[in-house]
C-alpha cells in the first residue's frame, strides 16, 4: 500500500528554521516526483516545492525561494524541506504528494495523485 508520512513541523519563532520529511512506503521513490503544498486556515492549498526523480530538477513558489530547499534521498525513501527565516505567512498543514510514475515536476495540486496526512507548521513570536 502506497502511503506518505510527513513529520517534523512545529512551533517556531518568526526567523527559525524547520525541516520536514516526507517518508515514503509501499512503493520505490526513484520514479516519483515528490511536491509539497501547504494549506492555512481559510485559504487554498498552494504548491511550496517539488523535486524530480533523481533530485536534479527543482521548484519553488515565489514566496519561499531563497529560504527553502528541498532535497531528496531516494535510498531512504525520503524527501526534504529545509525551511529557514520562516515567517509568519508560512504557517500551515503541510502535505506532501506524488506525481504519476515518471511524470516531472509541476506545483499545481491537481497533478498530484497520492497524499499524505501534513504536519502542522506554525510560526508565531
Known amino acids: 500500500q502506497l502511503q506518505l508520512v510527513e513529520s517534523g513541523g512545529g512551533l517556531v519563532q518568526p526567523g527559525g528554521s524547520l525541516r520536514l520529511s516526507c517518508a515514503v512506503s509501499?512503493?520505490?521513490?526513484?520514479?516519483?516526483?515528490i511536491g509539497w503544498f501547504r494549506q492555512a486556515p481559510g485559504k487554498e492549498r498552494e504548491g511550496v516545492s517539488c523535486i524530480g526523480r533523481s533530485g536534479g530538477s527543482t521548484n519553488y513558489a515565489n514566496s519561499v525561494k531563497g529560504r527553502f530547499t528541498i532535497s531528496r534521498d531516494n535510498a531512504k525513501g525520503t524527501v526534504y524541506l529545509q525551511m529557514n527565516n520562516l515567517k509568519p505567512g508560512d504557517a500551515g498543514m503541510y502535505y506532501c504528494?506524488?506525481?504519476?510514475?515518471?511524470?516531472?515536476?509541476?506545483?499545481?495540486?491537481?497533478?498530484?495523485?497520492?497524499w499524505g496526512q501534513g504536519t502542522q507548521v506554525t510560526v508565531s513570536s
Open positions: 504528494a506524488t506525481r504519476p510514475r515518471l511524470a516531472m515536476c509541476v506545483m499545481t495540486e491537481g497533478g498530484y495523485q497520492n
Open positions: 509501499g512503493f520505490t521513490l526513484d520514479y516519483y516526483t
